[in-house]
């Protein structure tokens, strides 16, 4: 029964997805999302109290699919240049944060989170999480002697900051309609250059764990 209700809870999250990247969160309704999986709201309810709650679990399952598994390969990276850590980070975590269905989404939490809890929830299921994996990261790296001492969690803004304008706030201002894989690397590199000229501990040329 487990195993059914998981593959259940599945299919409401495919189907969400769908409905609020086409429709958009106020107009999509737990009616449409029933119909589009062929059962009742009331299926619907029995896993979520709420549209946001059904909102906040389709976030939280795209991180846990799509960001979260970068964060961990970064995480076990214990030996590697910190610098190529980063950029590889960087870039594939853009890839789908800077992503057309990633942005379109974005602009339904922002819509909405004057009038309602949804980026509250939003954040709560996904970037609050890999923020949190992130700051570790830094804490280790910075009691190892390869990063400069300072709060972590700054340094993780700050990175997230440096990742993000270029990429994804022009694409959510609607000033670019897409960025090819060069400009995403460009992009990348340059953040992470910048970040690691004000963080990493002595020569930042090389920024490596040990050295």
Do not use: C, W
Not at 98 to 119: F, P, W
Not at 169 to 178: H, I, N, T
């Amino acid at each position: 029964m487990r195993l059914l209700s998981e593959v259940k809870r599945d299919a409401i999250l495919q189907a969400a997805a769908k409905v609020f990247q086409e429709e958009g969160f106020e107009a999509a309704s737990m009616a449409g999302i029933a119909a589009q999986i062929g059962g009742s709201k009331s299926t619907l309810y029995r896993y979520y109290s709420s549209k946001e709650e059904l909102f906040a679990a389709v976030s939280h399952q795209a991180a846990k699919k799509q960001i979260l598994p970068s964060l961990e390969k970064l995480l076990a990276s214990q030996n590697k240049d910190l610098r190529a850590m980063l950029r590889e980070f960087g870039e594939t975590s853009l890839a789908v944060v800077a992503s057309e269905s990633s942005i379109k989404t974005l602009r339904i939490v922002i819509s909405e989170s004057g009038r309602s809890d949804i980026g509250n929830l939003f954040v709560e299921a996904g970037p609050k999480i890999a923020m949190q994996l992130l700051t570790e990261f830094f804490k280790g790296r910075m009691e190892a002697g390869v990063m400069r001492k300072s709060d972590p969690e700054v340094a993780t803004r700050h990175l997230i900051a440096l990742l993000d304008s270029e990429t994804v706030f022009p694409l959510l201002m609607g000033v670019r309609e897409g960025l090819s894989s060069a400009e995403l690397k460009d992009a990348v590199h340059r953040a992470i250059d910048t970040f690691l000229s004000g963080y990493s501990a002595g020569d930042s040329t090389q920024s490596k764990l040990g050295t």
